[in-house]
C-alpha cells in the first residue's frame, strides 16, 4: 500500500466551483502536510502546509487535516481557468517528534478548469 | 531573489560516464532533498539533508550519492548512470521542520537522458 495516495483525475470542474481534492496517508506518524501545485514542465509550488487537525484558509484555499481519519483535503473556492495544474499531497514522516525532510508524495490530481 | 538553482538544466549523457548535477539555494535552508519524478509513479525522494554532513537515503537512493559539505549546497552524483536513471530531477530546500514556515521550495529541475 503507498503511503500517500491520491485519486489522479482527471477532476473537471467548471469556472467559478469548487475544486475538492483528496489525500489519504497510511502511516500515523505522519506529522506535516503539504499541498503543491504543479504546471506541466515545471517545479511544484507550495500551496498550503498544514499541521493540525481542523480546517485551514489562505485566500481561495482551504486545507482540511483530520489525523484520526488519516484523510487530507483542498479546497479551491472560484475555481479559474488558471488553477488548472497537477496537484500534489506530501506528508512528512516524523520520527522521535521530530521531522527529518523525509517527504513523501503522491502520484498527484490533475484538475482541469473549464470556462 | 531567494531561490533554489539546478544546472543544468537539460542533460544527456552515455552510459557510464560520471556526472554530478548541482543545486544551490540562498535560503539558508538547514534542509535540502532531491527527487525524480516519472510518468506514472510521480515524486520519488532520492536522499534528503538536515544540515551540513547529515544526509540519509530517501526511498530510491541507489544508483546516487549526495554531499552536504555546505549548507547552501547540495550536489547530485551519478557514478556510472544508467539508462533507467533517465527522469526528472529535482532539487528542493526548507527551513528545518520545527520552523513556523516550514515548507519545501523547489528549483526549476534537470531533465536527465541517459542513452
Known amino acids: 500500500q503507498k503511503e500517500v495516495e491520491q485519486n489522479s483525475g482527471p477532476l473537471s470542474v467548471p469556472e467559478g466551483a469548487i475544486a475538492s481534492l483528496n489525500c489519504t496517508y497510511s502511516?500515523?506518524?505522519?506529522?506535516?502536510f503539504f499541498w503543491y501545485r504543479q504546471y506541466s514542465g515545471k517545479s511544484p509550488e507550495l500551496i498550503m502546509s498544514?499541521?493540525?487537525?481542523g480546517d485551514k484558509e489562505d485566500g481561495r484555499f482551504t486545507a482540511q487535516l483530520n489525523k484520526a481519519s488519516q484523510y487530507v483535503s483542498l479546497l479551491i473556492r472560484d475555481s479559474q481557468p488558471s488553477d488548472s495544474a497537477t496537484y500534489l499531497c506530501?506528508?512528512?514522516?516524523?520520527?522521535?517528534?521530530?521531522?527529518?525532510?523525509?517527504?513523501?508524495f503522491g502520484q498527484g490530481t490533475i484538475l482541469t478548469v473549464h470556462p | 531573489e531567494a531561490q533554489v538553482t539546478q544546472n543544468p538544466r537539460y542533460l544527456i549523457t552515455v552510459t557510464g560516464k560520471k556526472l554530478t548535477v548541482t543545486c544551490s539555494q540562498n535560503?539558508?535552508?538547514?534542509?535540502m532533498s532531491w527527487y525524480r519524478q516519472d510518468p506514472g509513479l510521480g515524486l520519488r525522494q532520492i536522499y534528503y539533508s538536515m544540515n551540513v554532513e547529515v544526509t540519509d537515503k530517501g526511498d530510491v537512493p541507489e544508483g546516487y550519492k549526495v554531499s552536504r559539505k555546505e549548507k547552501r549546497n547540495f550536489p547530485l552524483i551519478l557514478e556510472s548512470p544508467s539508462p533507467n536513471q533517465t527522469s526528472l530531477y529535482f532539487c528542493a530546500s526548507s527551513f528545518r521542520g520545527t520552523a513556523r514556515n516550514y515548507g519545501y521550495t523547489f528549483g526549476s529541475g534537470t531533465r536527465l537522458t541517459v542513452v
Open positions: 535560503m539558508n535552508h538547514e534542509y
Open positions: 506530501a506528508a512528512d514522516l516524523v520520527a522521535g517528534g521530530t521531522s527529518y525532510g523525509k517527504l513523501t
Open positions: 498544514i499541521y493540525s487537525n
Open positions: 502511516d500515523r506518524v505522519s506529522q506535516s
